[in-house]
């Protein structure tokens, strides 16, 4: 994963969001309207409760037979004319995308928003040989003409009101191509106008395309992208290569296996029947698509998390980002509190184990929650979010066996002035807010029957909910002094 | 450094860490229940018919419905609506569709060049088949749609559903219909974008305008 030197663990971060009032509104407003418009989504289908049961059950068969799976997908994609690479970590993933790049002889590529890419810092190990990527999601492109980091899944840029997407268009896109048009104005309308003209330029001349993707179906080969606005459709389709980095958790097992995600993520994420654009494609097609067509499959810490048997269910994941519209910390802290590309109660349970307990950071992750359980209540594939979080808090407190790369290690537990001064801050965040915390009962009472169990022995001092906010004062207002209160 | 030594890496990684994971297990063995429906709800075909129309007008689809013998004239009158004088078609639309139609047809070929294609003013397809429940054309590359790019680049795409047969009820039905060996294009509304505040904004790259005519025989 992408090394962020220097990142503030979650309370410190999370402190400098709440005070950017814009973000937070903004961030309010956007959870808020997903929320009711994915309630109303799933309500249409009687039968959301047994799709998400398949949901988690196909993937669990597919995590407990991974090397069955990917071999087979291998071989598929091989048969179908695609060529397959394996990347240990970012960093070989990265050399092999360079180097797939360089044997093109183009210096520049269109990319399609893709969470591993941004993962393994891809854009960046681009750069440093030369070669430009161009991000084509609106909102990815909003934040790379901005010189900005995503704040959320499925909304990279829901950070920015539309006053100052426009003046980030007057301003940049002049560097990267096709300059904003004259007089632009401030009208969702008009801006998508002008990332069309900024693009289509270079949808029209690019030679290589990267990609992630959504699923991969390992009895067929095919892989499968879900977009809204058809950037998706440029890149997989009129470059002449085409190269996908995916994580391996992505693969399910059969065609049929898609009815079940292609249900439940469109309702999930942007809360429609279906999102406007799906594409699906196996290997490469005569006089149709890329003509060269390149799979990296990417561990990059995914195999140490399978190792966990509590923590694996985080593989399940789909990406849609349910989970954060519904997280009443995420509401208040925002995406960027969190460290990496995953945010929300995904990136909670997620970034320690991809990366293991590296840094403050990644120890502080799992306390950033009220262990309210509304993300379990949303996920389409029943991850048991509060559930690891609670396993993560007793390896960060107690310690215990975890693996690394590929090796079994004991992690030490942190050391007692760590876990006050990051880990309760971060669980005293969580849960000093009235708002957050009010939000989070209501949403407990809802699902009693989530309620996290204890973990016994020393551990349970900072497993258990209720027993959190009992931070020492002093360091609740030194805490309180340097984010909030020192910052207006 | 080489891939190979990776790919081992990785699959012996996965193999440890599925210790816990009994020797005996084989995929099948880890129970999947697929007691999810196949359809929602029972409706008659031309209730069928109806939700799709309406699925594709809530995605801001334009929706018309006509008969073989009035698609003609239909398609003439929608290309002259919309001023188009370039009309990109797959080489194996049915000539009849465009009889009544003052265009200029260019058919597709690899020769087009894809500044050829972003100079055309419409785009005609069939469609492999439509899903009510969801709202959603789905192009297969086949002789009457053509290669993926020829709906992609034009503005302007007209998709022709041919009542009752291409019509499924559900995402699990369209699965059983569809070849994956073929590129698959699910096209639900035209291109879309909330990324500004949220507002959905129709039309980012591609067509902005789809319309969608279903046509009984
Ligand atoms: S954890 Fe579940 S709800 Fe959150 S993004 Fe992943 S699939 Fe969606």
């Given at each position: 994963m992408k090394t962020q030197l220097g990142m503030p663990a979650f309370p410190e971060a999370a402190g400098r969001s709440t005070r950017d009032l814009r973000l937070r509104a903004n961030l309010r407003h956007a959870t808020g309207l997903i929320r009711e418009r994915r309630a109303a989504a799933v309500a249409e289908l009687a039968d959301w409760e047994r799709l998400r049961a398949a949901a988690a059950a196909v993937k669990d068969r597919t995590l407990r037979h991974l090397d069955h799976y990917l071999l087979r997908l291998e071989e598929r994609v091989t048969a179908a004319g695609g060529t397959v690479h394996w990347a240990a970590d970012a960093e070989e993933a990265n050399r092999i995308v360079t180097g797939l790049v360089r044997a093109t002889g183009e210096r520049e590529v269109v990319k399609v928003k893709s969470m591993a890419t941004q993962e393994i810092g891809l854009n960046e190990a681009l750069a440093r040989a030369g070669i430009r990527a161009y991000e084509t999601d609106l909102a990815e492109l909003i934040v790379q003409l901005a010189d900005d980091t995503p704040?959320?899944?499925?909304?990279?840029?829901?950070?920015?009101n539309r006053g100052e997407i426009r003046d980030i268009f007057r301003e940049r896109m002049g560097h990267w191509g096709r300059p904003a048009p004259k007089g632009l104005g401030d009208r969702p309308a008009e801006l998508a106008e002008a990332a069309r003209l900024h693009l289509r330029e270079k949808f029209l001349r690019a030679k290589v395309a990267v990609s992630g993707a959504n699923f991969m179906v390992a009895e067929t080969g095919t892989l499968v992208v879900v977009e809204s606005e058809g950037n998706g459709r440029m890149c997989l389709t009129l470059p002449e290569t085409l190269i996908s980095v995916v994580g391996i958790e992505k693969t399910v097992p059969t065609w049929q296996d898609l009815e079940i995600y292609l249900q439940l993520l469109p309702r999930s994420s942007t809360a429609e029947r279906m999102n406007p654009y799906t594409s699906l494609w196996t290997g490469t097609t005569e006089g149709d698509g890329p003509r060269h067509f390149h799979l990296v499959l990417l561990d990059n810490g995914r195999t140490d998390t399978l190792a966990d048997q509590v923590g694996r269910q985080a593989l399940r994941c789909i990406r849609c980002s349910a989970c954060l519209n519904v997280c009443p910390v995420y509401e208040r802290?925002?995406?960027?509190?969190?460290?990496?590309?995953y945010p929300g109660p995904i990136g909670a349970i997620l970034t320690p184990q991809l990366r293991?307990?590296?840094?403050p950071l990644e120890e502080s992750l799992p306390f950033a929650s009220t262990l309210c359980g509304a993300c379990y209540e949303v996920c389409p594939v029943a991850i048991d979010i509060p559930e690891v979080l609670l396993h993560l808090r007793a390896r960060v407190a107690e310690g215990g066996e975890a693996t690394l790369r590929g090796t079994r290690t004991v992690i030490r537990p942190a050391r007692r002035h760590t876990l006050e001064r990051t880990v309760m801050d971060a669980a005293a965040w969580a849960l000093d807010r009235p708002g957050v915390l009010r939000r989070g009962q209501r949403l407990a009472a809802r699902t009693r029957r989530l309620h996290p169990r204890r973990l016994p022995g020393p551990g349970r001092a900072w497993t258990e909910s209720r027993e959190l906010p009992e931070v020492p004062p002093e360091s609740f207002r030194d805490w309180w002094a340097r984010t909030r209160g020192g910052g207006r | 450094m080489n891939g190979y030594g990776s790919r081992e890496r990785i699959l012996a990684r996965v193999r440890r860490a599925l210790a816990d994971v009994p020797a005996h297990e084989r995929p099948a063995d880890h129970p999947v229940p697929r007691d999810y429906a196949a359809v929602h709800g029972t409706r008659t075909p031309e209730e069928t018919v109806e939700l799709l129309a309406a699925n594709l007008a809530d995605y801001r689809a334009r929706v018309h419905r006509t008969d073989t013998a009035g698609l003609p004239a239909l398609l003439a009158g929608l290309l002259a609506r919309r001023g188009a004088r370039r009309v990109v078609v797959p080489a194996g639309l049915p000539p009849q569709w465009l009889s009544r139609a003052v265009v200029e047809p260019v058919t597709d070929s690899p020769a087009l060049t894809h500044r050829d294609l972003d100079a055309m003013d419409s785009v005609v397809t069939g469609c492999a088949l439509a899903i009510a429940e969801t709202g959603t054309v789905v192009l297969d590359a086949g002789p009457d749609q053509g290669r993926r790019r020829i709906t992609l680049i034009p503005d302007h795409h007209l998709c022709v559903v041919r009542l009752p047969d291409q019509v499924v009820d559900s995402v699990p039905q369209a699965l059983r219909r569809l070849d994956p060996l073929r590129p698959l294009t699910w096209i639900s509304g035209p291109s879309a974008t909330s990324d500004i505040e949220l507002d959905r904004v129709e039309g980012v790259h591609g067509p902005r305008t789809l319309e969608v005519l279903l046509v009984n025989p």
């Open positions: 704040s959320h899944l499925l909304v990279p840029a829901v950070h920015r802290a925002g995406g960027h509190a969190y460290g990496s590309p293991g307990l590296a840094s | -």
